[in-house]
């Protein structure tokens, strides 16, 4: 029998490459979505990936868009935790507003999505967890306090569910991307992104299938002696 994947966040940017990715493992794949529903019924007409739309940071709605696609397409076998927002500002200048709604979406997004499926990957004896995290979770960032608590928080959430999984089959890991060729790093003014391109060893952004293929083998049979992990993919900016 197939493996069955929810995917947040996972119609567009590096969510949509993981997605695709999944897809040709053969995993039958469940893009969540939050917002645009003309660009996720584009994305499913051209990949054939169906998509659900919920907000990963409201635990209600991930309980009941997780049963749905159980429903829809059979136990869910892989999770990854890809959805994330940004609030970015200095301290001194960021509301609580800020702070709470990245917390909520980034680190309880993750929560909400483990509450609602690892108990049945546990009772089954086999599943995948990957939470994406961010070098900046590693390293933190200038004018992101709220992000980058929220995405070291993951890697913390990460190390402490996967002790939990581990007789049970069931893997939790967390890959931190760098700074990777997205609609919103290419929205960051060119003199600035030469300077972030220059600090990158490799000397050039990454690319949303190189996150793919780590979240692929993270969430393949392979994997199973890989739990408590972070994959940093960040072209050696950050050697952690």
């Not at 997780?66 to 136990?75: E, F």
């Not at 990158?200 to 690319?207: C, E, F, K, Y």
Request: negative net charge.
């Amino acid at each position: 029998m197939g493996r069955v994947a929810i995917v947040t966040g996972g119609s567009r940017g590096i969510g949509e490459a993981i997605s695709l990715a999944l897809k040709d493992m053969g995993v039958t794949v469940a893009a969540n979505y939050a917002g645009n529903d003309e660009k996720a019924q584009a994305f499913t007409d051209r990949t054939g990936i169906a998509t659900y739309k919920w907000d990963v940071g409201d635990h209600e709605a991930c309980l009941e868009g997780c049963a749905a696609v159980a429903a829809d397409l059979g136990p869910v076998d892989i999770v990854v935790n890809n959805a994330g927002i940004t609030r970015d500002g200095v301290l001194q200048r960021m509301s609580f507003d800020d702070w709470n709604d990245v917390m909520r979406v980034n680190l309880g997004g993750c929560f909400n999505m483990a509450k609602a499926t690892f108990g049945g990957m546990r009772e089954r004896g086999w599943g995948r967890i990957v939470n994406i995290g961010s070098i900046n979770g590693q390293a933190g960032q200038y004018g992101q306090v709220n992000y980058a608590a929220a995405k070291s928080g993951i890697h913390g959430f990460t190390k402490a569910l996967a002790q939990e999984g581990a007789k049970y089959g069931v893997t939790v890991n967390a890959i931190a991307p760098g700074y990777i060729d997205t609609d919103m790093v290419a929205a960051v003014p060119p003199p600035v992104l030469e300077k972030i391109v220059a600090k990158i060893p490799v000397g050039r952004l990454g690319q949303a299938h190189e996150i793919a293929r780590g979240v692929a083998f993270l969430c393949s049979e392979d994997a199973g002696f890989v739990t408590g992990s972070t994959l940093s993919l960040n072209g050696g900016q950050h050697m952690y």
